[in-house]
């Protein structure tokens, strides 16, 4: 077995193992005798699961139409948190102050293991998160000394909480392909051509960098944005023009974060905290991040420009 056929074995058990804690979330919902909308919920989690542990081997035409169901329940308000088990304060509180800061050793060992098996292997940084978020998880139960159950019972709960967001990664990324493979990037080189002169460098690297933040806003992912907007901007008004394209594409995809810190279509960043935290308003963390990300936008432009060419 090379590589790439173990990378990919890794890649299947990780969707796998996702798709089996959805499966129990599914039967978390089922049970619960109070949940306004059990079935629905139920159903939306029995098919994420499907589709995250067979995917690879039911047909496309079957996996789209159960995206449609995906998005009917949600459209329909089907998908909804039902009765979820109640923390003791009084244990968390010990708890709490039992392991200190040791509680972030889990969090932080999932970037620094996943950069070392990036770094180091040649696995890619897919494989690399995967294998990090085991090896945290294992970290998180000797240092909490915490029961199976108690993994199950709060892997429903973050599902829950996550509701119908939980699809959204994956379809913004499908969109991203659609729109490369629909050539949107090119209408937007043609539209761009006749609004900005070309063999302008500043005006290139400002209309890179904001439209990589607008689109990321719009798509709520760097990475799908990042494609569409170098073949429509980058490539014909910043590296035709001299731009490095290592230094002005690193600088453009991280610009495209600074959108992210701004809309409620990057979901698992901005609206999951304010749901998990119980927040009145629920674009707070949006609000409370923009004035950051337009100083971040403007060091974007700065830098690309001096450092670019």
């Known amino acids: 077995m090379d590589i790439t056929q173990l ?11 996702i798709g089996l804690f959805m499966g129990i979330t599914m039967v978390f919902t089922l049970k619960d005798k109070q949940h306004k909308t059990r079935i629905g ?11 995250f542990m067979a995917g690879n081997y039911i047909p496309s035409m079957i996996v789209g139409i159960l995206v449609v169901i995906i998005a ?16 003791d304060e009084t244990f968390t509180t010990l708890k709490a102050e039992k392991l200190g800061l040791k509680i972030f050793i889990p969090s932080l060992s999932i970037a620094i293991i996943a950069m070392l098996v990036a770094q180091f292997t040649p696995f890619s940084g897919t494989v690399a998160i995967g294998i990090s978020a085991i090896c945290a998880l294992i970290i998180a139960f000797v240092i909490t000394k ?48 006749n609004v900005i002169p070309s063999g302008n460098a500043l005006i290139g690297v400002i209309t890179y960098c904001v439209g990589m933040a607008l689109f990321t806003m719009i798509m709520g992912n760097a990475f799908a944005a990042f494609a569409v907007i170098t073949v429509g901007i980058g490539a014909p008004f910043v590296f035709a023009v001299g731009g490095d ?3 002005c594409g690193t600088l453009a995809l991280t610009a495209g974060y600074c959108g992210t810190l701004l809309t409620p279509m990057a979901a698992n960043f901005n609206m999951l905290p304010a749901a998990l935290l119980e927040m009145k308003d629920k674009n707070g963390v949006i609000k409370a991040q923009a004035p950051i990300a337009l100083m971040l936008l403007a060091a974007h432009i700065v830098l690309m420009y001096f450092w670019g060419f």
């Open 7 to 17: 990378s990919n074995l890794l890649l299947e058990i990780f969707y796998i193992m």
């Open 245 to 247: 394209p290592i230094i």
């Open 72 to 87: 009917i329940l949600s459209a329909t308000k089907q998908i909804n948190i039902g009765t979820l088990k109640q923390l």
């Open 146 to 193: 915490a029961k199976p159950k108690e993994l199950l019972e709060d892997t429903n709960r973050t599902y829950q909480s996550i509701g119908s967001f939980a699809i959204l990664p994956q379809l913004l990324a499908s969109l991203g392909v659609l729109f490369t493979s629909a050539g949107v990037g090119d209408k937007i080189a043609s539209i761009i051509s």
């Open 41 to 51: 919920t139920a159903l939306f989690w029995g098919i994420l699961a499907v589709i």
